[in-house]
């Protein structure tokens, strides 16, 4: 018996259909969980092959990108050194850091923001995706303290899921990282990721600070339906305190606002929390792709009492170059899923009033707007 949902596999499997046909993508693939148990409730990736006739299916298709693909996630990591910095009091959301207004020369080279800041605050520099903010606040926490959170948050290791062929992704070890690196992991470079692991990363703060085991086999019964052994949700480790989590999930939430990166990402109803990420596709032969991106969103919903967790990953969408955003192609495409998981699942619709308290709506129904 598996974890899976088939009514929500089928949604991601009909939405990744319509936006492979419509982007026409390198590759795109989606996984979503259940934080509180680790439960996958579905994955799939596009191209696809038909499991009934495998033989005839190009290898490249059979792959279950979620857990093979390694890519470097760009900003979706940023959590990361944000959370990190937050747990180890080296700062408060509301410390300031000078953004450079847009360029900060440091070892020998010029790291850039898309868009020119001054100081911002450590919440407003995850709403606002600041890669010198990040590199900033990592630089203040220190390299060593830093590598042990990535480690904590389980990238560098399989997820342990089950499922044949995962693999760890690439973190390097602490004393072979470079004096620029401590400005480049921060805002996902220098490091490859599976997208199980960022939607289990995601998890983490979703889940009040725990990283739980993903699991896809809910029991194993025999021929004649007996339950032979059952598995139970497992919480891995406390990569966070639940102070520190929901210091993370406030711009998390910010993000998918007016004045966040990732305002395409909202469900009708709910607040959804989450991170964009962009990234140059790396070439093989060494370096960066011109051109080429692979763009994400990874977030949970709903916010103040989340149920699923997951990701959308887009390699080399199709769009015109200044649209191949996280937030404009990912984001997208995660708020139509989710969407309809919150309808398949009869999620209580939720709104926020003027003075910050949530208060629950009426489930959707028949002849609503």
Known sequence: ?????????????????????????????????????????????RPAFNPNDPSTAPVETTKNRAIIEMFEPGSTFKIVVIAAALEQKAVKPDSIFHCENGSFAYAGKVLRDVHGYGPMTVHDILVKSSNIGCAKIAMHLGADSYYEYIRRFGFGERTGVGLPGEIPGLVRPRHRWTGLSITRVPMGHEIAVTPLQIAMSMSVIANGGNMMLPQIVRSVRDQDGREVVSFSPQVVRRVISEDTAAKVAAPLVDVVSERGTARQASIRGYRVAGKTGTAQRVDPKGGYTPGKYVVSFAGYFPANDPEIAGIVLVDDARTPGAHNYGGTVAAPIFARIGEAMAKHLELVPETTVADGTTIALVPFGPGMN
């Open 1 to 45: 018996e598996l974890t899976i949902d088939m009514g929500l596999q089928d949604i991601v499997e009909q939405e990744l259909d319509n936006s492979y046909q419509q982007l026409k993508p390198n590759m795109l693939t989606a996984v979503f969980v259940r934080p509180r148990t680790g439960e996958i409730l579905a994955m799939a990736t």
